[in-house]
């Protein structure tokens, strides 16, 4: 399977510092970054690709579970008592069904709360947050890899981060009911990625035993790395198909 452009293989005109002609300004770069802090956009890519998680990865949400025992033995009880045997006269019939119906809001919300932020149409608004090539330079490396994930997301693929101690240059691994093992590697760069790069990247692929594999990059790519992915398992995402990419899924 051949890269995207692949066909071709047309010299990007570049910069004396090795940077392509396209590539935005330090101070636009700046005002950027300044914009998505204001916006909150770093602070919803700070949580990751999920919903913020009710509790912390492997804790158990016990005030949650006592607060659905606390409703399903209390509650019942309290209005058998008053509307079945006439317990508690001071009481209002209709109090204690309406306590226990907050009560059961007061549960229910945050459950809601959580999977609507987890839901494609949420996944779509925050990444959609992120349009422009400076937007995406402006992210750290982390915001940017998140932003990534993000968008194979919307593509239909599952992602998972890899693990920081042996990822061998690879941030995200992805999945689907096409795809059996794909690799992406990130990288937020101004300069020109090199056939270097691919080579590592499609021996990482062979020693994974991956199907597939992606380089996503902010900066370009050589005409050289092209060429020698041409025909291999690799896709090569520059800034410019990245900008296209992120007007495709906003």
């Not at 270097?196 to 990482?204: I, K, Q, S």
Request: with cysteine.
């Amino acid at each position: 399977m051949s890269s995207f452009g692949s066909l071709f293989f047309a010299e990007q005109h570049v910069r004396p510092n090795g940077e392509p002609e396209w590539m935005p300004g330090s101070d636009e770069v700046a005002r950027a970054r300044a914009g998505l802090e204001r916006e909150g956009v770093v602070r919803s890519l700070a949580r990751g690709v999920g919903a913020p998680p009710l509790v912390a990865p492997g804790q158990t949400p016990w005030l949650w579970w006592g607060g659905a025992v606390l409703w399903l033995v209390v509650w019942p009880a309290v209005i058998a008592l008053r509307l079945g045997l006439g317990k508690w006269p001071w009481l209002p019939w209709w109090l204690a069904p309406l306590i226990a119906l907050c009560h059961l809001l007061v549960l229910v919300g945050p459950v809601l709360y959580s999977e609507r932020l987890a839901g494609r149409g949420e996944l779509r608004r925050r990444f959609g947050r992120v349009q422009t090539l400076a937007q995406m330079l402006a992210l750290e490396p982390a915001e940017f890899e998140v932003w990534t994930a993000m968008l194979f997301q919307l593509m239909g693929y599952q992602v998972k981060n890899t693990p920081v101690s042996a990822d061998h240059g690879i941030d995200l691994e992805i999945g689907n009911d096409r795809l059996r093992h794909g690799l992406v590697q990130c990288k937020r760069y101004r300069g020109t990625v090199g056939e270097p790069t691919v080579r590592d990247l499609y021996g990482t692929i062979a020693h994974e035993r991956a199907d597939f594999g992606w380089l996503v990059t902010t900066g370009a790519i050589s005409r050289q790395a092209r060429e020698w992915a041409d025909g291999k398992p690799i896709e090569l995402w520059d800034g410019l198909k990245l900008v296209e990419l992120a007007r495709r899924y906003r």
